[in-house]
């Protein structure tokens, strides 16, 4: 795909601005198999704080913050990241976590090495061009710790929309107004170039059903502080009574 226009990427910004306002909480309330599993994953890895790009509407950073991490969720939609600060006030989890509107085409506004994990559920197969996701992962890469874990799933190029509607070049698909970049193997082992590649997981969500990968690689380097009070030892992630 191209680099975007500015008019091509406010597109897709606009029609997830609209499909969160007419379809409030779209994803449903429960947290995605994929967040269940990082949340794991980030625990065992003695993580206190998690990064989430494209976080929507929060049905996965609310998870977190009940999980007891401190939650940055982001997303480019105004809209949906204002259902999420509702829902986090609603269940007094406010205080874990905070909604920033931020392009991922653009940096993270966050220090080098400042964060332990950072999770993107269907985020990277947005409508990005190969050269900004490689840029995103780089920008990953900087703002987390030495040690810390980076979990993303993404739709593949043996999802049923691979190849359907219009085509906009570089394995992007536009289909019902919503535009995806179908991941192959080569794009995922380039990205964890650099990178300890642990997983690479398929599954499947919804009724399509979407065809996902979900892939954890983690920094070389030290391993992220477990909490003195040990709360983040044992065989899964606590949830805090909300
Ligand atoms: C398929 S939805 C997944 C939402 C959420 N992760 C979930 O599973 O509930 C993709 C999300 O990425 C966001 N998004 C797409 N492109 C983006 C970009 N360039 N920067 C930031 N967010 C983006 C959309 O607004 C949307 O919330």
Redesign the pocket.
Known sequence: MPEQGPEAADA?REH?QRTYTGHPGM?GEAP?AAAVHAAAVFCVAGARDVLEL???HG??ALYFAGCGFTVRAT???PA?LEQLSTRAKELGLDPAVSATV????RPLSLPDRSVDAVFA???MC???STPEIHRLTDEVRRVLRPGGTFVYTVRHTGDAHYGAGTAHGDDVFEHGGFAVHFFDRALVDALAEGWDLREVHAFEEGDLPRRLWRITQTLPGGRAPAREDGERRGDGPPRRDT
């Open positions: 897709q997830w994803y995605s494209g976080a929507g049905r996965d997303d480019y939609s949906g931020h392009d991922v085409r559920h269907m985020l947005m409508a990005l």
